[in-house]
């Protein structure tokens, strides 16, 4: 038995066993009501190497040629359970060949095989429910030149997996998994033959939580944006299926969608890509501009935050920050420390980021991303403004939350001539030092050029008891804090006008320079960029203002412009490596 799981993951597993045997008594689908057409999208280089023998999930690369995916060694449950979620379904199927058809035609009989009677990791509601989306979506690519005892079981089996369903869903963990054991249904309901009547319950179901887990914002409680447009492709799956067969998705199903969709908006950098934000990545290519143009809601202004975050935008530049709090107690197990963090992408360039989720690269890189000083923004040297600590919501959860994050975080936004502006504080230092944390953004009118100033201040006598404590820890040698700004890996960055400035060169031709006011200390060091679908991190620099607050408040001014003979549009034909 693996060391983490509990006695409650153990008893959930025995009763997803105990139901996924019962459900072969059911009785199974005859076939199709009618022809599913697929509606994910797969990678075609990810379909290729599945075909040459490497297996890369979840940060793990097992190189097995030849061998069946049900053969291969297991590094850990997340890679097992990306397995048994088919999703990679999508890249045989992008490559679409005859090899690649029966590949994945051996691969599902394997499965059949091996785990249909209930065996498995397989057979939790949220990975039967992603399963039966790509079975569903890809039957033509499944079915095709296979026998008629085959295609019997495929039936069989998609019955069995959506009796399942219908008894196991309410077990899922509200959120994502709940989104995908209920799609899975509602497709499954449609699709097959004698599957029917689990469409209603499902349904409902699925509108009841749109209103439970959807906020008057279009917001999910992780605040994870990529996370919220897994859940926002999934709805529009499911109202999609729905209209195809004649049915009208439920009113909160609708009008989660209707919120979503403008706070994705918001989330969406210049580039196409997400805001890199608790645990979340910048989304598959072209998976966000398809969830947004096929919802079918209308573009329109966002103003204030969305989903807590806020985004600044002029010219080619657009500018997101989190300027909220962080997700607290369960919905924390991905959350960062990272507030008042922002990225700025110019164009089809991402320039400041932040280093993003190291799940996929083992805990130790999980926990160092969620740390302050993995996101671009001020933190106090050996802390961060929300700190780790560990509570127990169940086996097979992590439980290492974020359980002392900023009480207040306040935020101001004007706009008018000159550009817009952010002005924006959090309290997130008050406890360990006393101080709040202030920052200012100026973004000009044109996009070209973006202003700072980060300060942190004592606001009351109180504050200042505990800051003249912690001086005196320090001998009143002040207060170490660092502002950082981490670049992208694409960018070349190099120090300029003799330490005065960072000069920054995207693989566009554009030329961004980083000043300061001569505070603090300015310095190029090394930094990582976590990017899903690695096998390690990738190198890159930041830029790290540091100093000490020695004052009841204590200021640092910075700019990031564009050099002057920039021109104003740039053809930016430079393509972008491939993302292995």
Known sequence: MTNWEGWSARSARWMNRFHARLSTFASPATGFVSQPEPRTIGSFARGKQLMAGNFLFAGHLVEAPGVSIWEIPIP???????????????????????????????????????????????????????????WINHALFLLNGQDRDVSAAYFRSLAQQTNFLSRRWKVSAPGLPRFESLTGMIY?????????????????????????????????????????LEVFTLL????????????????????????????????????????????????????????????????????GLSMGYARLSAGRTSVIVDAAAPPSGAASYNAHASTLAFELTSGRRPVVVNCGSGESFGAEWRRAGRATPSHSTLGMDGFSSSRLGTRNFGAGRNTELLVDVPKRVRIQQTAGQDGVSLQAGHDGFLLTHGLTHIRQLDLAFDGRSLTGEDTVATLTDEDKIRFDYMMDQVRLQG??????????????AQVDMGGAAISIALKSGEIWVFRHDGVGRLSLQNSVYLEK?????????????????????????????????????????????HPR
């Open 236 to 303: 529009n799956w499911a109202a999609s299926a729905l209209a195809d067969a004649g049915y009208l998705a439920q009113r909160e199903h609708l009008l989660a969608i209707e919120r979503i969709a403008p706070t994705l908006r918001a989330l969406r950098h210049s580039d196409g890509g997400l805001a890199r934000f608790h645990g979340g990545g910048r989304g598959p290519e072209g998976q966000l501009d398809n969830a947004l143009a096929s919802s079918g809601v209308r573009a329109t202004a966002n103003t």
């Open 76 to 134: 850990d449950r997340e890679f097992d359970a990306a397995l048994h979620g088919f999703a990679w379904l999508d890249d045989l199927a992008a490559v679409g060949d005859l090899a690649a058809r029966q590949l994945a035609q051996a691969w599902l009989s394997g499965w059949m095989d091996k785990f249909g009677r209930g065996a498995g990791p397989g057979w939790s509601p949220d990975i039967t429910g992603r399963r039966l989306t790509r």
């Open 479 to 492: 207060l170490p804090f660092s502002v950082r700004f981490h670049l992208h890996p694409d960018v070349e």
């Open 533 to 577: 679908g690695r096998l390690k991190p990738r190198a890159t620099k930041q830029i790290v203002l540091s100093g000490r607050a020695i004052e009841y408040a204590t200021r640092v001014r910075w700019s990031l412009a564009k050099a002057q003979d920039t021109p104003m549009n740039i053809r930016d034909l430079e393509r972008d490596s």
């Open 188 to 228: 499954a309901g449609l699709a097959l033959t004698g599957m029917e009547r689990h469409v209603t319950p499902a349904t409902r179901a699925l509108s009841r939580d749109c209103g439970e887990r959807i906020d008057a914002e279009g917001g999910i409680p992780t605040r994870n944006p990529e996370e919220l």
